[in-house]
Structure formats: C-alpha cells, structure tokens
C-alpha cells in the first residue's frame, strides 16, 4: 500500500497569500510585554500567546472584507488631491 505525497498546509504555499510569521512582534511582546522568561515563551503555543495578548490588549478587530470596504468607499471617497 503505497501513501500519498503530503501536500503542504495552504498557508505554507508559495503565491497564496501566506504571511512569514511575525516573529520579531511575538518575541517582543512575550519576552517584552509579558517578561516572559525565554523558555516559557518558547514553550507556548501560538494560540496560548494569542490568548495572552487579547487578555492584555483587548480582543483584536476583524478586517473588513472586500465587499464591506467597497461599501465604505464607495460612501466616503477620498477627495481628489489639489
């Protein structure tokens, strides 16, 4: 029985829209804003260091989606520039 290739997780593709994870602001807010020493940084998951800067930030906005900001836009346009 032979198994089938594993295909990367569509996030990891190149081309689609994948982001590089932002370690630089996960690093300096878990050993910065939290003071966290390293090992208990490196220790967390993603979601428990989410979790942690909801608690401390407050829960983060959703982005608006295509179709909202063209709404938006369409009744706030931008005044040409002079």
């Known amino acids: 029985m032979s198994r089938a290739p594993q ?3 569509p ?3 190149p081309g689609e829209g994948a982001r590089p994870f932002p370690w630089k602001a996960a690093m300096g807010f878990g050993l ?3 003071r966290l020493p390293p090992e208990a940084f490196w220790r967390m998951t993603p ?3 989410a979790a942690a800067m909801d608690a401390v ?3 983060r906005a959703v982005a608006l989606d295509r179709a909202s900001f063209a709404a938006l836009s369409a ?4 005044a040409p520039s002079t």
């Open 7 to 9: 295909r990367p997780a």
């Open 11 to 13: 996030s990891a593709l």
């Open 32 to 34: 910065g804003v939290l």
């Open 47 to 49: 979601r428990e260091l």
């Open 57 to 59: 930030l407050g829960p």
């Open 75 to 78: 009744r706030f346009p931008d």
